[in-house]
């Protein structure tokens, strides 16, 4: 049975290794192919790691094609949707933890709206912002985002895991309301955080859409809008749209790598719970 059981497990790590690398290929190809020439990319038979490496295109980008403007106003719509993410586990806590008059009917009312597609509502919110005066300017684009129904409804799931007793204790021994949020309640809430920090900041990242329909000045667009300019405007220039391309998913890997682990013990927790 352990000869048995030792070879199950080679095979499977086999298969995952195989299965991983597939998966793998067309970003590492996207990543090599980003160091490559002008003449390389279009060589044929192709080569797969670079002849003479070169960050040229990525100094493209920022040099000649505004990508920098566009980096920082994804930078802040990212900071803002952090913030917008506090104020949902707030939220969701709030409905979780504390009873008042019509809380079901409110958290009723949050759960129709996730029924509602975005497409859907984007009209009503564009004339809602233009009658405010804010179409064609970052609060425009931010405000529509910092409340999303199914973090809400995520988190407020996630807060019924939490002893009642808990808090209860911490209130006894003279605590405040929002003393017990940041130190016992964000602590505790860890893993599903990771969860959302890494959904709201792949959400936010690659938001493209709603900018591009708010915005009409290029000095609002976000990076999914100007690589989409990009590819337009560059079509046979393969290595540039291959920079843009891995410019954008870097960064959402880096953020996954680094919250993994809090998802990883999310998961652990919960199996140990059932």
Known sequence: MRIRNRYSRIIINALLIIGGFLVALPFIWMLLSSLKTDREVL???PTVFPENPTF???VDLFLNLDFGTYLMNTLIIVFFSMIGLLLNTMA????GKYNFKGKEIVFAVVLIT???PGQ????PTYLVLN??????TMPGIILPGLIVAFNIF????FMHTIPDGLIEAARLDGAGEFYIFFKLIIPLSKPILAVQVILTFIASWNSFIWPLIVANDDGLYTLSVGLSLLQDQNVTNYGLQMAGAAFMVVPILVVFIIFQKYVIEGFNVGGMKE
């Open 43 to 45: 060589q044929i038979p």
């Open 154 to 157: 995520l988190i407020r799931q």
């Open 120 to 123: 859907v509502t984007m009209i």
């Open 56 to 58: 040229q295109h990525f």
């Open 131 to 136: 009658q405010m005066g804010l179409t064609n």
């Open 114 to 116: 996730m029924m509602i």
């Open 92 to 95: 969701g806590y709030g409905f």
